[in-house]
């Protein structure tokens, strides 16, 4: 065997937030035909982790800094690596692929892209979709996304070789097998849906009243990001200050941490439509998605439906205990057994493996977008990372052909400080204001 095919290979993350951050790495780690050396850009913007977030993933890099799009498609240009994975909105993902073809137009090899989902897909899957074609691999988190992700390509006449199946790369944790003492009810917040004041100030209550109506219970409200931190969605309404005007009872706390820490205590999860859902069903625990606010595609639960999870905070007051649909969880890619979860990403090894060993490299992305397909809808979506038509940086593109100075550095961080308190502290308060 050579001793190429022995070296860790080189993989890149460029993630767009605290949860795309935890997707990608694990992403790479599952999907790597052998051992990597990790290497991790965090794209500078308003949902940036904080070093309190990075910690709280667990995943540790070889290497991270912080980038805007121009810096790291320089980098790309520049440097090396063997697989980079896109773990950003779509947009982001569409705006690399037109920018790294770009980059890697003199290169004669260049590394195999992937790209996907952090978790359920229930909106906006066209749109999605389509602004993440063009990536070597498209990785769907179940059969059923993988299903539908092949018909919207298909559909509108776009190849659909690039999607495969995989599994949500955070799954795992030992299976439940039995109450704890003392029972512990969680409710997994999300920091956009809902998102109204009502309410989000109804779930609050009611969390609190089943506390206080199960006193030997202890009912943990799992929160995502402390006040002043960003995660993927924009939380203008955060928990925790909605929770000063209350007086829980003793058994009622908020939690910070790990997911899997937390599942590892819990007997009863609850949520609206948390991606913790999926996480909770593979360990078997019992799992709640709350209809109290309807069934609707803008709150995602609709995802759930015909899962057997379904349920109201009425009924949990009164001792419902949910049973999964097995042959809905089995769609899902969770709760799989026999060992079927660790051979979930064999497929995206294989196949990144035989794009690695293609003689003569592999060929320029190919997104379906061009200027030519969407010349309205492409060029603004650049622009905004402030790439021309081609992809090419346009003038007076931050750090476009330089390093930034000890100043620079310096400025950019005020900037950035103040743009994040005026997205989460001043625009919440001005939208408020015009509901007068």
């Known amino acids: 065997m050579p001793a190429s095919a022995m070296k860790p290979l080189r993989v890149a993350v460029l993630a767009d937030s605290d949860t795309r951050w935890k997707w990608g790495a694990l992403t790479a780690n599952r999907i790597a035909p052998r051992d990597i050396r990790l290497d991790g850009y965090l794209l500078r913007g308003r949902a940036t982790p904080t070093a309190r977030q990075l910690g709280e993933v667990g995943v540790r890099a070889d290497s991270l800094r912080e980038v805007t799009a121009v810096e790291f498609l320089r980098a790309m240009r520049e440097e090396s690596c063997d697989i980079l994975v896109l773990a950003l909105v779509g947009g982001g993902v569409q705006a690399m692929l037109h920018g790294l073809n770009r980059a890697w137009e003199d290169r004669a090899d260049r590394p195999v892209v992937v790209t996907g989902y952090v978790g359920v897909v229930y909106e906006k899957l066209a749109d999605g979709l389509l602004l993440r074609h063009g990536a070597d691999l498209v990785l769907a988190n179940s059969r059923q996304d993988a299903d539908r992700f092949r018909a919207v390509y298909e559909g509108v006449g776009a190849d659909a070789d690039a999607v495969t199946e995989v599994a949500l790369p955070f799954l795992g944790g030992a299976p439940y097998t039995g109450e704890h003492d003392p029972y512990t009810v969680v409710f997994a917040a999300q920091p956009s849906v809902p998102d109204s004041r009502r309410d989000r100030t109804y779930l609050l209550n009611r969390l609190v009243e089943h506390a206080?109506?199960?006193?030997?219970?202890?009912?943990?409200?799992?929160?995502?990001?402390?006040?002043?931190?960003?995660?993927?969605?924009?939380?203008?309404?955060?928990?925790?200050?909605?929770?000063q005007r209350l007086d829980p009872p003793a058994n009622f706390r908020l939690v910070y941490g790990h997911m899997g820490d937390v599942l590892?205590?819990?007997?009863?999860?609850?949520?609206?439509?948390?991606?913790a859902a999926l996480e909770s069903l593979h360990r078997r625990i019992p799992t709640v998605v709350l209809t109290d606010l309807g069934i609707r595609e803008a709150l995602g639960n609709h995802h759930f439906v015909g899962s057997g999870c379904l349920a109201s905070w009425d009924r949990l007051d009164a001792g419902h205990r949910p049973r999964p649909d097995a042959q809905w969880v089995a769609r899902q890619g969770v709760a799989t057994g026999g060992g079927t979860y660790e051979t979930a990403f064999d497929a995206a090894r294989e196949r990144i493996a035989a794009l690695l060993g293609r003689p003569g490299g592999l060929p320029p992305l190919t997104p379906y977008y061009t200027p030519a397909?969407?010349?309205?809808?492409?060029?603004?979506?650049?622009?905004?990372?402030?790439?021309?038509?081609?992809?090419?940086?346009?003038?007076?593109?931050?750090?476009?052909?330089?390093?930034?100075?000890?100043?620079?550095?310096?400025?950019?961080?005020?900037?950035?400080g103040a743009y994040r308190h005026g997205v989460q502290r001043v625009a919440p308060v001005i939208r408020r204001m015009g509901e007068l």
């Not at 109506?213 to 799992?222: A, G, Y």
């Not at 021309?388 to 310096?410: F, K």
């Open 212 to 243: 206080r109506r199960h006193p030997e219970r202890e009912v943990l409200l799992k929160l995502r990001s402390k006040p002043g931190e960003h995660t993927t969605h924009l939380e203008e309404l955060p928990y925790q200050k909605l929770a």
């Open 373 to 416: 397909t969407a010349p309205g809808y492409l060029p603004g979506i650049l622009a905004r990372h402030h790439l021309g038509p081609d992809g090419t940086p346009l003038p007076g593109a931050p750090a476009a052909d330089r390093e930034p100075g000890p100043v620079r550095q310096i400025v950019r961080r005020a900037a950035r």
């Open 264 to 275: 590892d205590r819990t007997d009863l999860l609850v949520t609206v439509s948390s991606t």
